[in-house]
């Protein structure tokens, strides 16, 4: 319920400050995280299809085009995060909390995904060490990094790739080498 409370208020919102009209339902254009490839801005390839297919319905409407649209949307994707073995190599924020009052967090090279805000609750991180070597394999959520002022240590040989890393490259300035043991 206050989900569908925040996207009224800020499809309100959107109405207010535009200076276009807003087209569309607001609720259609949530889609499951099933739809997504690795953030929530990123679809995968069905995803395209399904968010093109609604944003089409939603300029006839706004066009007065009663015609339907038709296409064969593909099946909902296999949601992998669901998976046992999956979530084992996902970082969550509820991971970190555990972590909550240390300085230094290691990131095992086995993890795949660091969500949304998993250091947000972490005040005393300093470090967070990663131990992947290619920062393709360890796709990276957004705000990261909020209420800490902790720095980002890879192998330093990989520095640099994370630095131009699209999912990494956010957190370029607080990125830094190490030499591993």
């Not at 007065?64 to 046992?84: A, F, M």
């Not at 800490?148 to 956010?170: G, H, M």
Request: aromatic fraction near 10%.
């Amino acid at each position: 319920m206050e989900n569908e409370e925040n996207v009224e208020e800020y499809y309100r919102y959107l109405q207010k400050v535009l200076e276009f009209p807003v087209i569309g339902n607001p609720h259609n254009s949530i889609m499951d995280e099933e739809w997504f490839f690795d953030t929530n801005f990123h679809l995968n390839s069905s995803g395209k299809k399904v968010n093109t297919v609604q944003a089409v319905k939603d300029i006839k409407a706004m066009l007065g085009d009663p015609s339907s649209v038709k296409t064969n949307l593909p099946e909902k994707p296999e949601n992998r995060s669901r998976d046992p073995e999956m979530k084992k190599q996902i970082w969550t924020k509820e991971k970190s909390s555990v972590y909550q009052d240390q300085e230094e967090i290691v990131i095992p090279k086995e993890i795949t995904r660091i969500q949304d805000y998993s250091f947000e609750s972490c005040k005393e991180l300093k470090r967070i060490i990663i131990k992947q070597k290619d920062p393709s394999a360890c796709m990276v959520g957004q705000h990261l990094l909020d209420g800490t002022n902790a720095q980002i240590f890879v192998p330093k040989e990989a520095a640099d790739r994370y630095r131009l890393n699209y999912s990494w490259s956010v957190y370029a300035d607080r990125i830094q080498g190490m030499e591993y043991p």
